[in-house]
């Protein structure tokens, strides 16, 4: 059963046993019903949060072995201050892959500009080779 549901059915007990407690007119005994149903109350609360961060947790868990696969997947060697992944054609960005597991496919660059490397990042701009 749901925890929160659970929680929620043990707080509609203490309203059926709250309206026994006015016929039998015991202070002490309406004080304590009270206690429980703010503990209840509390617990609820504390327990949606928890469902809220398992949620959370279980999405981090899910994109960091997405990650791990790709990594796994995917072991590059160098070439010409590149990347390069058996099975893929061209040269891929050290810096997207090493920092975000993104394959971004790097240009030729030609003219005066080959003189800050051979290659470049279209992403994120860096200057390879
Ligand atoms: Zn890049």
């Known amino acids: 059963m749901d925890p ?26 309406r ?13 609820k609360v504390e327990a949606a949060e928890l469902k809220t961060r398992l ?9 960091l072995e997405k990650q791990l696969n790709t990594r796994q997947s995917a072991t590059p060697q160098l070439q010409q201050g590149a990347y390069a992944f058996e099975g ?7 810096a997207c892959f090493d920092a975000h597991d993104k394959k971004i496919r790097v240009t030729p660059l030609t003219g005066p500009f080959r003189t800050f490397g051979k290659w470049s990042c279209p992403v994120c701009n860096a200057n390879l080779g």
């Not at 893929?88 to 050290?94: A, K, N, P, S, V």
């Open 4 to 29: 929160v549901a659970s929680i929620q059915a043990a707080i509609g007990t203490v309203g059926k046993l709250r309206e026994l407690a006015k016929k039998i007119e015991e202070a002490d005994f």
């Open 31 to 43: 004080m304590l019903l009270a206690d429980l149903s703010n503990d209840l109350a509390d617990a």
């Open 55 to 63: 949620a959370q947790a279980l999405e981090d868990n899910t994109r």
């Open 88 to 94: 893929q054609e061209g040269l891929f960005c050290t």
